[in-house]
Nanobody
Framework: VQLVESGGDSVQAGGALRLSCAAS????????MGWFRQAPVTARRWVAT???????WYAESVQGRFTISQDKSKNTVFLQMNSLKPEDTAMYYC????????????????????WGQGTQVTVSS
């Protein structure tokens, strides 16, 4: 399985970005896809999860501003980020679990089997 993120950029506070995560080599019909972010000298933090069946979960810090979605025909997961804040600045990673469920709603980075290389998001005030 290979995951490739794109869409990161530098924007002003209040702006929007859409990140993409293109997956290849996924043979399982069931999967859990998550977005995580990591700022310098901080731990990697969970942002959002989408299950192959469509269920979604969000971290409280992004609830109402970020939307995770998927296009199965393109094997791609998206993260629409609106009303961006300087504290959203981080490297954003997508990750995948292949299987029929998302353990703990996909919140735990340790449960993911596959990771992308990351895409940088910088929000200036």
């Amino acid at each position: 399985v290979q995951l490739v993120e794109s869409g990161g950029d530098s924007v002003q506070a209040g702006g929007a970005l859409r990140l993409s995560c293109a997956a290849s080599g996924v043979t399982s019909s069931g999967y859990c896809m998550g977005w995580f972010r990591q700022a310098p000298v901080t731990a990697r933090r969970w942002v959002a999860t989408i299950y192959s069946g469509g269920a979604t979960w969000y971290a409280e810090s992004v609830q109402g501003r970020f939307t995770i979605s998927q296009d199965k025909s393109k094997n791609t997961v998206f993260l629409q980020m609106n009303s961006l804040k300087p504290e959203d600045t981080a490297m954003y990673y997508c990750a995948a679990i292949l299987g029929e469920r998302c353990p703990n709603n996909g919140r735990d980075s340790g449960t993911y089997n596959y990771w992308g290389q990351g895409t940088q998001v910088t929000v200036s005030s």
